[in-house]
């Protein structure tokens, strides 16, 4: 069984909410630059499609992909894994209460 075989679905929308906050924060720091997707492209020496298509929230974006946007603007990658938040009901069932009251120290009232 591969990496990925858990659960397909889970993963292809997991990529694409990835790639929309990648292609976001490359749309806010052309924005923040005052650049055009044509100055991008020039920059790379790709084709103003080719931006288009890494723009697109649809493209498989790699590593590489990544890395020549960044150069082209000056700029660096940060790739973070972090735990999700659980839902509340999750971690009531769990017996781990965060809420204000049981944290503050006073008794809780059942």
């Known amino acids: 069984m591969?990496?990925?075989?858990?659960?397909?679905s889970r993963t292809t929308l997991a990529a694409s909410r990835i790639g929309r906050?990648?292609?976001?924060?490359?749309?806010?720091?052309?924005?923040?630059?005052?650049?055009?997707?044509?100055d991008l492209a020039a920059a790379m020496g790709v084709s103003p499609g080719r931006v288009s298509q890494i723009m697109s929230a649809d493209a498989n974006l790699t590593v590489?992909?990544?890395?020549?946007v960044a150069e082209a603007l000056d700029a660096d990658v940060q790739i973070t894994?972090?735990?999700?938040?659980?839902?509340?009901?999750?971690?009531?069932?769990?017996?781990?209460?965060?809420?204000?009251?049981?944290s503050s120290g006073l008794p809780a009232r059942h």
Request: net charge positive; hydrophobic share 35%.
């Open 2 to 8: 591969g990496i990925f075989a858990r659960d397909e």
């Open 21 to 38: 906050q990648a292609t976001a924060s490359l749309a806010g720091l052309l924005a923040g630059q005052g650049k055009t997707r044509s």
């Open 64 to 68: 590489r992909t990544l890395a020549a």
């Open 81 to 102: 894994f972090c735990p999700r938040a659980q839902p509340t009901d999750a971690r009531a069932r769990s017996g781990t209460d965060t809420s204000p009251l049981h």
